[in-house]
């Protein structure tokens, strides 16, 4: 069983350096993966470093400085080659999303450690747990759009895989032990039909900020062009929309309405230097917002409220019971072992035989042999014992 290395990372911004990563990667049986993005900071996301390791040692490549990335996608769909990440959702996602790439033969240390029912899943606490290894998360938030990358970025950036291979063996073997490497990779496979979904254009994204439904239609209006103005001035800027202004002050100055620049100032959670440099700009949206017609006012639509099936409810609290009973019994997180998601997807569709419940698409194969099949049936018939 491999012990996790400090080797120094290589750095790779050249095209050269890259073709020579790409051939010794290809001869590897299993790599560890991990990328680094900027949502925090840009309006524009991207993928702005890409961290690999191998038995030879830790490589970051560099996306800015690298035009072609094909190769690397060749590797990762190489079914031959094992590739190591831990929480592999998002990256799998991003890494689709700029490059097209997809993944075969994921191992994914998140997922391991939830199967093997740790109860602190992040990166850092699984080192700490395994190899008594403490990594510095003060650079979590860091700005990877930026060049140069200073010499703890590139440190902070190699430990998110450098110690991978190492707690893949750890939680491999601990998954063995205890019979559920197999649940793990069912959860695995699903992992390679991860793709990028583009969002759809949101023009009700400004309700959804905190404390919207309590605004009166006027207020909403003016709450809407601010939300269009910080928009367009984030992108304009590649800036996270946060960074221009905060929720916050757009609820604060939708509510009071101020109608000139100096207004603006002393207003809460609205700085000095957003009132100098987008002060005329705000109170514009704020006029823009007060010059809606009154008929065209936006208001929030309350969702109707279903009629309660009381028969569905009791389904619900059953299996929640089922479920949290096994989750204590087998050490697993209730969550993990079944998301409420699934139950009540069970509990609507009231499978009355073994087939009609494989058909329920939100329920894995694992979860029905850890629930058990005939006890999941009672359960939802409601007999004693279910």
Known sequence: MR??????????????????????????????????????????????????????GTALVDPLAIDDLSPLGRILADPGI????????????????????????????????QFAGEPAVGLGALLERYFSITIDK??????????????????????????????????????????RLDWAREEFKLLEHLRWTQPVSDELAFTRIKGAKSLPPRSLAILRELHVWRESTAKTLDRAPFRVLAN?????????????????????????????????????????????????LPTIERPTRREHDREYDRRLERLKGLRNNRA????????????????????????????????????????MKALDVPTILSTLRGEDGG
């Not at 400090?6 to 560890?32: K, Y």
């Not at 190591?84 to 490059?99: K, M, Q």
């Not at 140069?148 to 190492?166: F, G, K, N, W």
Request: aromatic share 6%; charged share 30%.
């Open 82 to 113: 094992e590739i190591v990440l831990h929480d592999a959702d998002y990256d799998l996602r991003i890494l689709n999303r700029d490059y097209g790439f997809s993944a075969r033969n994921v191992f994914d240390t998140r997922v391991a450690a």
């Open 248 to 296: 916050s002050a757009l609820l604060t100055v939708a509510r009071i309405a101020p109608r000139d620049v100096s207004r603006l100032k002393g207003i809460a959670g609205l700085p000095a230097s957003a009132v100098e440099r987008y002060g005329t700009a705000i109170v514009d949206a704020v006029i823009r917002g007060l010059g809606v017609p009154r008929k065209e």
């Open 328 to 367: 204590k019994d087998i050490r697993m997180d209730p969550g993990m072992l079944c998301p409420n998601g699934t139950l009540q997807a069970i509990a609507h569709a009231a499978p009355k035989t073994e087939k009609q419940l494989a058909r329920i698409k939100e329920l894995r194969e694992w979860q």
């Open 3 to 56: 012990e996790p290395t400090q080797d120094p990372p290589q750095f790779v911004a050249h095209p050269a350096g890259f073709v020579r990563l790409v051939e010794r990667l290809s001869r590897q049986t299993q790599i560890a993966l991990d990328t680094e993005a900027a949502s925090f900071h840009r309006y524009v996301d991207r993928v702005y470093l890409i961290q690999v390791t191998d038995d030879e």
């Open 138 to 179: 003060k650079l979590q938030r860091a700005d990877w759009s930026r060049r140069p990358l200073t010499s703890d970025m590139i440190d902070y950036a190699a430990d998110d895989t450098r110690y991978l291979p190492a707690l893949r063996d750890r939680l491999k073997a601990e998954l063995e032990l205890i019979g």
